[in-house]
């Protein structure tokens, strides 16, 4: 994968009239019962799930491709996608994901946007942390209960600038990973957000975390010695 690789908006990844049909199955989905609810507000469809979804695999296919110009990664392995849909009573300022974290699973995620995204729809809020902070370590530490506790957030302080919030419109794509420091945006009274979020992973991509996790506890575990 390209080294330091962050983040990236490309902007109409999807023409306007392919949109309008995602965006009439996205709402069709939401009043069926055919796919895993994960929450109120989220839909989960599996690889399996695809194979009766047309425009999303379409979708899936074309995104693939260009997270693999991205981040020079040939070995993609696609995991998942997520429908959203969020409301400002889903809300919440003090809890995660609308706090700058990281994720406990290091995957490479494209989201699309299904309409226009204002800051008044609450767009996912991306940054970049100082290279002094390695959060595949932070992460190999998390114990089960890290959620509870919060042990994935990011103080402000150890970013090295503030979080961008990615405004965009109706096709475009941010490419991410979440190694990402990474927050959702705060929903504003009258508004929503609708967003198609598209999960991978890779083995080079886990085989450079364990790598550099290894590689930095033999340093460590050297100097101890000394």
Same mark, same amino acid.
């Given at each position: 994968?390209? @080294?330091?690789?962050?983040?990236?908006?490309? @902007?109409?990844?999807?023409?306007?009239?392919?949109?309008?049909?995602?965006?009439?199955?996205?709402?069709?989905?939401?009043?069926?019962?055919?796919?895993?609810?994960?929450?109120?507000?989220?839909?989960?469809?599996?690889?399996?799930?695809?194979?009766?979804?047309?425009?999303?695999?379409?979708?899936?296919?074309?995104?693939?491709?260009?997270?693999?110009?991205?981040?020079?990664?040939?070995?993609?392995? $696609?995991?998942?996608?997520?429908?959203?849909?969020?409301?400002?009573?889903?809300?919440?300022?003090?809890?995660?994901?609308?706090?700058?974290? $990281?994720?406990?699973?290091?995957?490479?995620?494209?989201?699309?946007?299904?309409?226009?995204?204002?800051?008044?729809?609450?767009?996912?809020?991306?940054?970049?942390?100082?290279?002094?902070?390695?959060?595949?370590?932070?992460?190999?530490?998390?114990?089960?209960?890290?959620?509870?506790?919060?042990?994935?957030?990011?103080?402000?302080?150890?970013?090295?600038?503030?979080?961008?919030?990615?405004?965009?419109?109706?096709?475009?794509?941010? $490419?991410?990973?979440?190694?990402?420091?990474?927050?959702?945006?705060?929903?504003?009274?009258?508004?929503?957000?609708?967003?198609?979020?598209?999960?991978?992973?890779?083995?080079?991509?886990?085989?450079?975390?364990?790598?550099?996790?290894?590689?930095? @506890?033999?340093?460590?575990?050297? $100097?101890?010695?000394?």
């Amino acid at each position: 994968m390209k @080294n330091k690789f962050y983040f990236t908006k490309e @902007n109409k990844v999807f023409k306007e009239d392919f949109i309008s049909k995602v965006l009439k199955r996205f709402d069709e989905i939401y009043l069926e019962d055919n796919y895993k609810s994960l929450s109120p507000n989220v839909k989960e469809l599996s690889v399996n799930d695809l194979l009766s979804e047309p425009l999303l695999l379409s979708m899936l296919n074309i995104i693939k491709d260009r997270f693999k110009l991205i981040t020079e990664k040939s070995d993609l392995n $696609f995991l998942k996608i997520w429908l959203v849909f969020s409301t400002p009573n889903l809300t919440k300022k003090d809890i995660l994901p609308y706090k700058t974290h $990281f994720d406990k699973q290091r995957r490479l995620k494209a989201m699309v946007y299904l309409h226009d995204i204002d800051l008044e729809h609450g767009p996912i809020q991306l940054g970049k942390i100082k290279n002094s902070i390695d959060l595949d370590q932070k992460r190999k530490e998390l114990p089960d209960d890290y959620q509870k506790k919060g042990l994935n957030s990011i103080d402000d302080l150890l970013l090295d600038s503030d979080l961008t919030p990615m405004t965009g419109k109706a096709g475009d794509v941010i $490419f991410f990973d979440t190694n990402t420091p990474h927050k959702a945006g705060i929903i504003k009274d009258g508004f929503n957000r609708k967003i198609l979020r598209f999960d991978f992973d890779g083995e080079t991509l886990i085989q450079k975390t364990n790598i550099l996790s290894k590689l930095k @506890n033999e340093i460590r575990n050297f $100097f101890e010695k000394i």
